[in-house]
């Protein structure tokens, strides 16, 4: 880990395992600088906000968030999965770039992520609090001094001179209330954690945690990152008594069969997720839940935007929210992430700062510019390193043209993925090809005028016209009319490639 010259204590905090890392006196900056909330969830699509169309789940507090905020209601992930995706937002750069590119690898301690990118970081209170995912879960890293876990069992996945008997900060809450651990190597269940009482959940734990945090560092600038689980799986939430599954819509393609102009490995994800998705009201059960868990989220957030409100610091304060990635839903018949349909690689993000009036902006964007906006906003000027670039002209409300969205996606392999993601059989497949295109990797781009093209190193390449097919359900590779768009979008993506020093060979042009 690479730290400041002064030397570090690391404290616990009694009771909640709170890790701390003094940082001895700060520096002093000519004039204060602006403060940084950064709430962001796991596997949250866009349209579960309340502001963004969605008439059931109760999101009160992020659509206030939003009618104060610059939102981009055209978001898209760089990579639809937790690891390569949250390493981007913090780093700025693409995940074969850092080499983070599939599930529970480390992000690289030579990586500076967002406190250690600050010019003047001595200058700040800086805390992550939340799920990591990046590596050594439980432990303090990467210029963030204050360090609040709330997931175990990635002790596995631990460097080698870390205690893999340590347990996350929630943990040691739990125990402190009465609760027993309930798996055999002494830690917590997921399910047992979403059955809580509500005050005993994930949210309302971080939201407590948070608003500690803002009341200490109510006289100093701060960065403070809350990543909350949910609304990822397990799809339980101790608010689902408050939805109707009847009220629940069914995506209009997840009753229907991809065909064999799809990608081999989608058609696999459909038959292998028909175990949980086995009829619309198993569907519809599950997305009572996941509102419940969108709720539980509004609900924490809104004690934080209250408890910063409180503390003085909302007119010197840049809240972002966004998510990791979406999820599916039952869209084409799946669940979770993985895949580049839009339910998977679109998120909410929206920015309320100083300086810049509330609207929404439908222009497409990509959150490898996360960094560099927020920097940008932080007043930090450009990082010119960085392949991303701020979108304060745009949050400005500034009509600049649109640009390329990239995408990618590489495999998890079997020992990183702790979702298993197994082939289904598929008819007219052998094994041997399953086996194959488990193992695929994709580059998309996704042009301004709405066509999205997917090429694949060994899987099927497919290309949408996003205005006319939203769903994305027709192929348009090799139709005649589209094959000059193909062939430009494959030059853009090659370009790309060339750019950022990706060296996927794409055979299927």
């Known amino acids: 880990m690479r730290l400041p010259r002064r030397d570090f204590l690391r404290l616990s905090a009694a009771g909640a395992g709170l890790t701390i890392l003094p940082s001895g006196l700060r520096g002093k900056s000519p004039e204060r600088p602006l403060n940084l909330l950064f709430l962001w969830t796991d596997q949250q699509r866009p349209d579960t906000l309340g502001f963004l169309g969605n008439r059931f789940a109760r999101t009160p507090n992020l659509d206030g968030l939003a009618r104060q905020s610059a939102v981009l209601t055209n978001t898209r992930v760089v990579h639809p999965v937790c690891t390569p995706s949250r390493g981007a937002l913090l780093s700025g750069r693409w995940p074969h770039q850092t ?13 500076p992520l967002l406190p250690e990118l600050l010019k003047h970081r001595d200058d700040y209170a800086t805390g992550y609090m939340g799920k990591w995912h990046l590596g050594d879960e439980v432990f303090a890293q990467h210029g963030f001094q204050e360090w609040v876990s709330i997931e175990d069992n990635y002790e596995r996945y631990f460097s080698p ?21 309930d798996r055999a190597n002494g830690t917590f269940r997921r399910t047992t954690a979403c059955a809580m009482p509500t ?3 994930k949210p309302e734990f971080l939201a407590r945690a948070a608003e500690a945090f803002l009341q200490r560092h109510r006289n100093q600038p701060f960065v403070l990152s809350v990543n909350f689980l949910e609304p990822h799986s397990p ?47 198993a569907l519809q059960e599950i997305n009572a839940h996941y509102w419940g868990l969108v709720e539980q989220v509004d609900r924490g957030i809104g004690r934080i935007l209250r408890a910063l409100e409180a503390t003085g610091q909302s007119d010197q304060t840049v809240v972002v929210f966004t998510s990791d990635h979406g999820d599916q839903m039952g869209s084409h018949g799946m669940l979770g992430k993985s895949v580049m349909y839009e339910g ?31 920097l940008d906003l932080l007043g930090e000027g450009s990082h010119r390193d960085l392949p991303g670039r701020s979108l304060r002209t745009v949050l400005a409300g500034e009509n600049t043209p649109p640009e390329p969205v990239f995408i990618a996606w590489s495999p998890n392999p079997k020992d990183r993925d702790d979702a298993g993601d197994a082939p289904a059989a598929v008819a007219g497949s052998t094994e041997q090809q399953l086996e194959t295109v488990r193992n695929e990797s994709t580059r998309t781009v996704v042009s301004p005028d709405g066509l999205k093209l ?20 027709v192929n348009l590779v090799g139709r005649t009319d589209y094959r000059e768009p193909q062939r430009a979008l494959t030059r853009k993506i090659r370009q790309w490639q060339e750019k950022t020093g990706d060296r996927l060979a794409l055979s299927q042009d």
């Open 99 to 111: 080499g983070v590119t599939a599930n529970n690898l480390p992000m690289p301690l030579d990586v």
């Open 161 to 181: 001179a870390r205690d893999r008997s340590a347990r996350s900060s929630y943990h040691h809450y739990l125990v402190s209330k009465g609760y027993r651990p």
């Open 199 to 201: 005050e005993h959940t």
């Open 235 to 281: 799809y339980l939430s101790v608010l689902r008594q408050d939805y109707d599954p009847a009220n629940c819509p069914i995506p209009e393609t997840f009753g229907r069969d991809l065909g064999a102009d799809q990608p081999l490995r989608y058609r696999a994800r459909q038959q292998a997720d028909r175990s949980q998705l086995n009829s619309p009201a």
């Open 344 to 374: 998977a690689v679109q998120v909410p993000w929206m920015v309320r700062a100083p300086g810049l009036r509330a609207h929404r902006t439908p222009r497409p964007v990509s959150n490898i510019d996360f960094l560099p906006t927020v």
């Open 454 to 473: 997917s090429l694949r190193d060994c899987d099927l390449p497919t290309l949408f016209d996003l205005n006319r097919d939203p769903l994305e359900t």
